[in-house]
């Protein structure tokens, strides 16, 4: 079925629509008005193929996973290998070379205050780890009264119980506000090239958070998403802004707890936003690029003093979690693969931001339909100027969106915010095409 969808009477893109024969229903998608989904049948470096044999540019590296690209050789190499050794085992009472090498390498590349790695497979169940691991370590400590978080406005920590109520200030979640658990919410400052107000924001959030580490009762920890918010519409703040939430946990000795779900393996030009803030979190949550895109996998770190708390005689305080996939030795393995090539080459994450900031100012700067030019790393946003109100459910993102696809770009603004979030592997030509066609597609609005 073919439908109109139209921006302000102004502008109509027809869109095929599933009218709808096929069983699979798909994630986070109204699937009455979505239009039909595109079928992929291969991937290489940032391109995607599609059946009729239209190449798309990956300019989100697939829900911001695919750091190396699609269909890296590498990764395919150590995937096949490990696949002939051992595909899985059991992960309680059983270990494995695989799992042993990403630990000793994560534990390199992550600050210092991190010591012990818990796997599990993607980052709300990192998230779900983490804050079960908070909870009962005070709980281990003779702690009862540790049952609330803070967490930071627009912060997404992923979609089951848990991560909804780490991330409670989420709009998707309302309809599930009663079976959350209670915390929170601190202001975000989220800040933007020529941002005159960043400090006054970040003392109003700073002074809100003092506040309730002062008169609430028993945090067990602060959940953030270190420098970039993603789903929120890559909110970026300071790296200032986390060195003072990371005194005050110590003053008020709370759990900090990083989510680098999406900003870790150098999304944010750096190997971890911990690193590049120079902070150092006591629970640590990744997952997407850890095995550079190829294969779902998580881990959540924790400091000794954590660890510590649970390594006790008594059975009942070990930390009662884990999934039957824990520890997939392929999953493993092909993270091993993914890290060595970012060992190899980090320019390719360091680099990226010079060329972001490079065609922002040749393409789009001073675009008057544009606003909030923001970098930090390989990520870039901007805010789309619209007459409805800015976020998610602004009007304008299908519209964008299918216009970007039509010229062979998948590009999915969240809301009226357009980001852009390339693998690693993208060519200066092919990024500068992502600025033109922006260019291109904002000039018809
Ligand atoms: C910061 C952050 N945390 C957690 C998650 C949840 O990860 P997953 O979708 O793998 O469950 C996401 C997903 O986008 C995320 O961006």
Known sequence: MQVDISYRGEMTISLERDSSSS????????????????????GKGSWLELEDRRQILDCISSWWVTIHGHSHPV?????????????HVIFAGFTHEPAQKLAEKLITHTPDSLTRIFFSDNGSTAVEVALKMAF????????????????????????????????????????FAPLMFAGDVVPFPGTFDGDEEVESKEAQSLEKLESLLKHGKGYAGI??????????????????????????????????????????????????????????PDILCLSKGLSGGCLPIA???????????????????????GHSYTGNPLACAVSVASLELLEQNPNAYQGMEKLHRKYLNQWLRNH?????????????AMDVKTESVSGYFNDIAPVLKAQFLEAGF??????????????????????????RVIRQVLDTL
């Open 410 to 435: 998948l590009l999915r603004p969240l809301g009226n915010t357009l980001y852009l979030m390339p693998p690693y592997c993208i060519s200066p030509d092919e990024l500068e095409s992502i600025y």
């Open 75 to 87: 990764l395919a190499e150590a995937l096949y290998e490990q696949a002939q050794k051992l595909e």
């Open 23 to 42: 069983p699979i229903w798909q994630p986070f998608t109204q699937m009455k008005t979505a239009p039909t989904p595109l079928k992929v049948i291969r």
């Open 136 to 175: 009962q370590y005070w709980l281990n400590l003779g702690e009862t009264n540790r049952t609330s978080f803070i967490g930071f406005e627009g912060g997404y920590h992923g979609d089951t119980l848990g991560a909804m109520s780490a991330g409670r200030s989420s709009l998707w979640w309302e309809p």
């Open 299 to 321: 881990v959540t770190m924790a400091s000794e003093d954590i660890y510590q708390a649970f390594w006790r005689d008594e059975s009942e305080k070990a930390f009662y979690h």
């Open 223 to 280: 959940f953030i998403e270190p420098l970039v918010q993603g789903s929120a519409g890559m909110r970026m703040c300071r790296p200032e802004f986390l060195r003072a939430i990371a005194q005050l946990a110590r003053q008020f000795n709370v759990l900090l707890i990083y989510d680098e779900v999406m900003t870790g393996f150098g999304r944010t030009g750096e190997l971890f936003a911990s690193v590049k803030s120079g902070t150092e």
């Open 368 to 380: 008057p339909k544009l606003e909030r030019i923001r970098t930090c790393g390989t990520i870039a």
